[in-house]
């Protein structure tokens, strides 16, 4: 099992290992998304980018970096994760909206 932290929102969830970061966010309602997010989200496909968010402790945890994050996060730090491509093997710490 998984602690995913989510800090903003002072709000820790449980999850199987494997589980999709976004996926574990949306059910226990947390906002990943900004006001362009929200309009244009891709549905969790990688696409348009906009689930960013920062790892703050745990990144060896998370499944590796995809070819999708590669191209999509090249100018960000190694730290941000597109939640929709993340799987969560172990206890992590993410800010939403960095």
């Known amino acids: 099992m998984a602690n995913i932290k989510f800090v903003k929102e002072d709000q ?3 999850a199987a290992d494997g589980a999709n970061l976004r996926e574990k966010a949306l059910q226990n309602k947390i906002d990943l998304y900004t006001l362009k997010g929200k ?3 891709c ?4 696409q348009c980018g906009t689930c960013i968010v920062e790892v703050v402790e745990g990144i060896e945890n ?3 970096r995809t070819d999708v994050e590669q191209r999509k996060l090249k ?3 190694e730290s941000y994760r597109l939640a929709c491509q993340a799987l969560v093997n172990g206890p992590v710490s993410v800010k939403t909206k960095p």
């Open 43 to 46: 549905g969790g496909y990688g």
């Open 12 to 14: 820790e969830v449980i």
């Open 75 to 77: 100018k960000k730090p």
């Open 39 to 41: 309009l244009m989200n």
């Open 62 to 64: 998370l499944s590796p």
